[in-house]
């Protein structure tokens, strides 16, 4: 690898508050409200609060903050379990892989609630990251609820570093493609 190109991809790793904007700021400022100059100024607050803290400390204290208000909604749940496995494992180059399978599991607990909820019987089907042979290889069909894919798609089979694959609900349907319903509703 060349000095330019190890300079560049230092730079891309190098965490600041803008990055700290550009990556989750869709994610702040739909759970939390802030917009970019009120993240700059709780950034500035957080700092005279913790003593020697980073900004990678603060994003951290941001994701659990983040949780907390999205206790109850596993889908936002799925999506900060992903941002802070993205976040370890590209920005702090440490094992995230634990954040990856909470991830998952968000998913599958918001197709078991949805189930609960619904009139209708639910089964797993897997959106695949587009560039994962093996997540593609399960695209259009369909698994039991019970069905272990947190495990299948954490497999070696998978071939991407983030791989971007969510796991959902949808409704079983019988040969005529009618939903089917539960028994009694
Ligand atoms: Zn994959």
Redesign the pocket.
Known sequence: MGVTKLCLLRDLKTFTIITAWSRFGQQIESILGMNRAELEQDYSEYQTRVQAATVNDYMWSLFNKMLLESSGDFHAQGMLYFSMYYFLEFYEERNGKQFKKLSLESYINKAREKHETSNYEMELVVSP?HE?S??MSMKGKRFPLGMDLVSE?LSDK???DF?R?IISGMSKRDANDTPIRKKGH
Request: charged content about 30%; proline content about 0%.
């Open positions: 990251d994962c093996h997540a798609l998978c071939e991407r791989c694959c």
